[in-house]
C-alpha cells in the first residue's frame, strides 16, 4: 500500500511539471488509438492522450481525498468534544442532530451545494468530509464517552486542567486507533465519491473525469474504462490497508510493543 500510495503522491507531483502530451492537444484522425509508442495507455474519443489526462488526475483526487479527510476530521473532532461535554443538554442535543443529519445522503448533500456554489471540487470536498465527519463522531463517540467519564479524567479537571487540554490529551489518545480507520475509510471512500459524483461537473481533469466521459463506449472501447477503474480499484484498497496498519500500530490491542510501554 505504501508503494502505491507514494507513487500517486509522486505522479501526481510530476504532472505539475511534466506530461507525454499536453491535456489539449487532440488527434482527430487518431481517436480511440489502442496502446503504442506514441500513446502508452492510448486516446480517448477526442484524440486526446489517455495517460496524460490520468496523470492530471490523480493531483486532482489527491486534492479532494486530503482537503475532505481534513475537513471530516476537524469536523468529526469538534462534534466527538460536544458529545463528550458535561453540559448534559448540549451533550444530547449534538447527539440528537447527529443522528438526524446522518441520515441524509452525501450526494443529496453535493447536489444541495451545487446551487451556491456551483459544479465544483468545493462542493464535493465539503459534502463528503461532512457526511465522513458525521460519521466519525458517531463512531468515536462510545469510547470517547468511557474516557471523559474516566476517573483520570475528572482528577485532571479538578487540579485546573482545562477542557480543551483534558480532550485532546487524554480522549483524542484513546480515540486514535478509532480516528485513524475512519480516516483511511474517508479517504477511500472520496476517490469512490469523486468519480460518482462527476456527473456534477468537476470541470478539471480527474479519474472521474475520464471514467465517466469513455464509460458509454465500453462495449467498443473498453480499454479507456479499464485504466481509469483500475487505477481507482487500487487506489481504494491501498488506502484501506494503509488506515487498517495504522489502526494495528496505534491500537495497544494489536500492538505488543504499546501494552508494554504501558
Known sequence: SLIV??????VSLVSLFWTPRSLWQTDGYNVWAKPSREHWLGTDGTGADVLSWLMAGSRTNLAIVVLTVCF??????????LMVSHSTLLANGTVVAIDALISIPTVLIALMLAVPLGASILGIVLACGFGYGLNLARVARPQAMLSARSLYVESALSNGASAARVFFTHVLTNIRPVVTVQCSLAAGTAVLAETGL???????PSWGYSLASSVKFITIYPLTVVWPGLIVTVVVMALNLFG?????????????RLRRVS
Open 198 to 204: 462527476t456527473s456534477l461537473g468537476v470541470g478539471v
Open 5 to 10: 500510495l507514494g507513487l500517486w503522491v509522486l
Open 72 to 81: 471530516a476530521l476537524a469536523f468529526g473532532l469538534l462534534l466527538v468534544s
Open 244 to 256: 487498517d496498519a495504522l489502526h494495528d500500530a496505534a491500537d495497544p490491542l494489536s500492538n505488543p
